[in-house]
């Protein structure tokens, strides 16, 4: 696809984009422990961060529940970045491995499967069910 924005064009691989979006899905499935520590460190730094734009303690602490489920929101969203970034790294390497879209497409799609029942499977019932 070819986009012609005033002054440059410039064309859009959007197979490359949609397998690179399908590794970091899978990537994102895959690595749920990676996951949740780059969501808490964020959430983490968020909190840290706003804590200089308040002038008074007291609306400091007023606000600490709906600053910080804020916060946690942001983070998570936010943590969707490095996954995205991971998976346009993998679905390069292996499209200079194996030379061509469609290789880089299918292993992600298998993987993004794979990847979705191993996350399954790991889940935590919880100790009242057998």
Avoid: H
């Amino acid at each position: 696809m070819r986009l012609y924005i005033i002054p440059f064009s410039f064309e859009v691989d959007t197979v490359n984009i949609a397998s690179s979006c399908i590794w970091s899905l899978a990537l994102y499935i895959g690595l749920d422990s990676t996951k949740e520590w780059i969501s808490k460190q964020l959430a983490r730094w968020f909190n840290f961060a706003e804590g200089w734009l308040y002038t008074s303690a007291e609306e400091f602490e007023e606000t600490r529940p709906a600053r910080e489920s804020q916060n946690a929101f942001y983070a998570s969203v936010l943590s969707i970045v490095p996954f995205l970034i991971m998976g346009a790294v993998v679905n390069w390497v292996i499209n200079i491995s194996f030379g061509g879209n469609s290789w880089a497409l299918a292993l992600g799609i298998m993987t993004c499967a794979i990847c979705s029942l191993f996350a399954l499977a790991n889940q935590d019932y919880g100790e009242d069910e057998d």
